[in-house]
């Protein structure tokens, strides 16, 4: 049976605790996953981590935590691919105390670059250094896909990415890959299917046990995505019915993360569509 967990990209909407207060707040909502929020930078003890991962195992939380916005592996700039590197190790020490199991980080921009294959080349490289006297036994590093054609991270570069390292994961944002191609891609059942697919080929199934998810519905223009939006407004894409299909029609496992406005009531509407089909 497919197993899906839901919840939110950070701490549920109007909830003004701590984060090791929140799980069992998901728990009695009935959801079961969580991603810390560490976009503005690591700002976490291993005291507090521990509490966090201590909750989440009291309530059967899966845990993730998003690494900081302020990262770009991809630079030709020596410095800005020194602070990306120290940045993104932080992220996965924490990730490692709290027993968050993906570190979800964006590879960076092309700019800079002579061409997309030499940004790539250098994401590959720098990950190399991240990984240098780092331990993980439970955190996976894994590369976003991404909401613009300006950034490294469309399916085929992600999974570049993980190739380079076995402790390297996707994580896949169904927005973002609609928003990038300008509304062309993820508008059927079969065109989710076909991601999923092209990753367990490459990758093997471990990547898609679970999945790790980011959803919304998204608004884009020129070049990809502008702004995320609830699952409730009309005129935006891509629809959840078809990922939530895919999912169930091929066996696979998955984290699914809300980034929605409306965080954690879209994970349970996002749950609740899915439940028809499970």
């Known amino acids: 049976m497919v197993r899906l967990r839901f919840g939110p ?7 003004s605790g701590d984060y090791d207060e929140v799980p069992p707040v998901l728990r009695q909502m009935g959801l079961e996953a969580l991603e810390y929020e560490a976009v503005r930078g690591v700002r976490v003890s291993k005291e ?7 909750a989440a195992q009291q309530y059967d939380i899966t845990l ?24 993104l190790r932080e992220a996965a020490q924490a990730s490692e105390w709290m027993g968050a199991y993906a570190v979800v980080f964006h590879p960076g921009y092309v700019k800079g670059n002579p061409s997309r294959e030499e940004a790539l080349n250098r994401v590959t490289e720098a990950l ?25 991270g469309d399916v085929e570069e992600t999974i570049r990415i993980c190739q380079s390292h076995e402790r390297v994961r996707p994580a896949v944002d169904w927005a973002h890959l609609h928003a990038r ?23 093997g199934t471990w990547a898609v046990k679970p999945l790790h998810t980011h959803f919304s519905k998204i608004e884009y223009g020129k070049g990809g995505e502008r702004e995320h939006h609830t699952l409730g407004e009309q005129g935006f894409g891509p629809e959840w019915e078809y990922v939530c299909k895919a999912y169930v029609d091929t066996g696979i496992d998955g984290v699914i993360i809300s980034e ?3 965080l954690e009531q879209d994970a349970l509407l996002m749950k609740r569509v899915c439940e028809k089909y499970l």
Do not use: C
């Open 260 to 262: 929605s406005p409306i």
């Open 181 to 203: 191609t300008e509304g062309k891609d993820i508008n059927s059942e079969d065109d989710v299917i076909k991601v999923i697919d092209r990753i367990e080929k490459e990758l």
């Open 64 to 87: 993730s935590m998003h690494a900081p916005y302020f990262l770009n592996l991809a630079s030709p700039e020596e410095e800005t691919v020194k602070k990306s590197i120290e940045r």
């Open 128 to 152: 190399k250094q991240v990984f240098e006297g780092l331990e993980l036994r439970v955190a996976w590093l894994a590369p976003e896909t991404t909401g613009k054609e300006s950034q490294v």
């Open 9 to 15: 990209a950070g701490k549920p909407t109007n909830f």
């Open 48 to 54: 507090k981590a521990e509490r966090i991962r201590e």
